[in-house]
């Protein structure tokens, strides 16, 4: 099993090399998510006792995981105007005053002024934990939106040295 991993972690790493030469962000960003699986798989496996190996192998996604994602991702959202996600964000810290205060939902859609179907959709990728989600950093409560706490801190700092 493990040698497998090792397998399909040098692939994907080779084909995330040729991704970047062609320019594809989608295909980059599946192929990153895909090794950072991989890499958690790889870096637990031993770690897991034989009798408990399979439970835990297939709960890969925990808080902690989905955190390293955004360290990951973040910075390039800010980087990349053009993206869905860079708009969503970028527009909520600076309705929110760099999360000082939650804002509603409503609010943040019609200042991003994109699409409600492609916001309602990235947006929801934004505010889950999953396998394939864009990476979970927002949280909503009564309608209001703020940063999840975890990973404030961390998108507040990149924020500003970008846009400050």
Request: glycine fraction near 2%; hydrophobic fraction near 30%.
């Amino acid at each position: 099993m493990i040698e497998k991993l090792h397998n399909i972690l040098e692939k994907t790493k080779l084909c995330y090399k040729e991704s970047v030469l062609l320019e594809n962000e989608v295909l980059e960003e599946s192929l990153l998510t895909i090794m950072s699986n991989t890499k958690y798989l790889i870096d637990n496996y031993e770690d897991v006792k034989p009798q408990k190996r399979k439970s835990t192998m297939s709960k890969v996604i925990t808080d902690e995981y989905e955190i390293e994602k955004i360290h990951r991702k973040i910075p390039q959202w800010l980087e990349r105007p053009h993206q869905i996600n860079h708009q969503i964000l970028v527009t909520f810290m600076k309705l929110s005053n760099c999360n000082e205060n939650p804002i509603p939902l409503s609010t943040l859609e019609k200042n991003c002024n994109i699409d409600s179907k492609k916001f309602n959709s990235n947006f929801d990728q934004m505010k889950i934990i999953s396998e394939k989600n864009n990476g979970k950093v927002f949280e909503e409560e009564n309608g209001n939106v703020s940063l999840w706490n975890p990973i404030s801190q961390f998108v507040t700092t990149e924020y500003k040295k970008r846009f400050s």
